[in-house]
């Protein structure tokens, strides 16, 4: 093939790929600035209640990233179930909560995989030269760059009820933020401008203070179960930001205030 051939073919790939980027990102602001339908505002104020006490002025930032996340995730029943546009719309709308009015994005996540209750799974331990088997019965699971793993039994019941603390997609989607800078460590992607040593130290403080409870058996306005690592207290505290935001400001004002920052939201205010 001649050079001038091979010139032109590099230039036409090359025009491709601007073609196909740019026309993503038509379809992208297309998708942002579209509204949900009557039916599917319907589905989503009666499956997730706590949408209903979004600002006025964030509902149509809400709608527009659940179109996008509708048009990039690809959601799969597992175990028998057949998945319907009241589960996509369900989960889209909890995981989309987070980042409402928030410059992240799930950028690697492409599947949510929906089991109709509790996962079961087999994981190893290592402790030295030994290996061990154990049973897991989990209510979601979260990969960094995907897929997330969600009980729909649990997914239902985090989204219906709006103020028990309990929310596996709220949980699940917060591991899915704090991955996106490659590692799943309890530090997410700080806004611009965000302390990293605030960040820490609010964060820090608030984990010893919930695992000195959680170990003295006192009840904890955080689910226990965040007492676990640092990755764990973050998903758990999140949940706690949006369902018992007032209780959490009062208790852990300097994490409340960090969340507040990261997300550029204060449940607290909602009506």
């Known amino acids: 093939m001649s050079p001038w051939l091979i010139l032109l073919a590099i230039a036409l790939i090359a025009a491709g790929l601007v073609y196909r980027h740019f026309a993503k990102q038509r379809r992208r602001k297309a998708l942002l600035a579209s509204p949900?339908?009557?039916?599917?505002?319907?589905?989503?104020?009666?499956?997730?209640?706590?949408?209903?006490?979004?600002?006025?002025?964030?509902?149509?930032?809400?709608?527009?990233?659940?179109?996008?996340?509708?048009?990039?995730i690809t959601f799969r029943g597992k175990g028998g179930i057949e998945v319907t546009d009241e589960m996509?719309?369900?989960?889209?709308?909890?995981?989309?909560?987070?980042?409402?009015n928030s410059p992240a994005w799930y950028d690697t996540l492409r599947n949510v995989l929906?089991?109709?209750?509790?996962?079961?799974?087999?994981?190893?331990?290592?402790?030295?030269?030994?290996?061990?088997?154990?049973?897991?019965?989990?209510?979601?699971?979260?990969w960094v760059r995907g897929p997330v793993v969600l009980s729909w039994d649990h997914a239902l019941e985090g989204g219906l009820d709006d103020s028990d603390g309990y929310n596996v997609v709220i949980h699940e989607f917060a591991h899915q933020l704090d991955s996106l800078t490659g590692h799943t460590n309890g530090i997410p992607v700080l806004r611009e401008g965000q302390d990293y040593a605030g960040w820490e130290k609010a964060m820090l403080d608030a984990f010893h203070r919930h695992v000195d409870r959680v170990k003295a058996g006192y009840e904890t306005l955080i689910d226990p179960y965040g007492a676990t690592n640092h990755q764990e207290f973050l998903a758990e505290a999140i949940v706690t930001f949006f369902e018992r935001p007032v209780v959490l400001?009062?208790?852990?004002?300097?994490?409340?205030?960090?969340?507040?920052?990261?997300l550029a939201l204060d449940p607290a205010q909602w009506n």
Do not use: W
């Open 114 to 142: 929906i089991y109709p209750t509790v996962i079961r799974t087999r994981r190893d331990t290592h402790d030295g030269h030994l290996v061990s088997e154990h049973d897991l019965h989990m209510a979601g699971e979260s």
């Open 36 to 72: 949900l339908s009557p039916e599917q505002r319907a589905i989503i104020a009666r499956l997730v209640p706590i949408t209903r006490r979004l600002p006025a002025s964030l509902r149509p930032a809400l709608e527009g990233k659940i179109n996008l996340f509708l048009d990039q």
């Open 249 to 262: 400001q009062r208790e852990e004002p300097a994490l409340y205030a960090e969340f507040s920052e990261l």
């Open 88 to 100: 996509r719309l369900s989960i889209a709308a909890q995981a989309c909560l987070l980042i409402v």
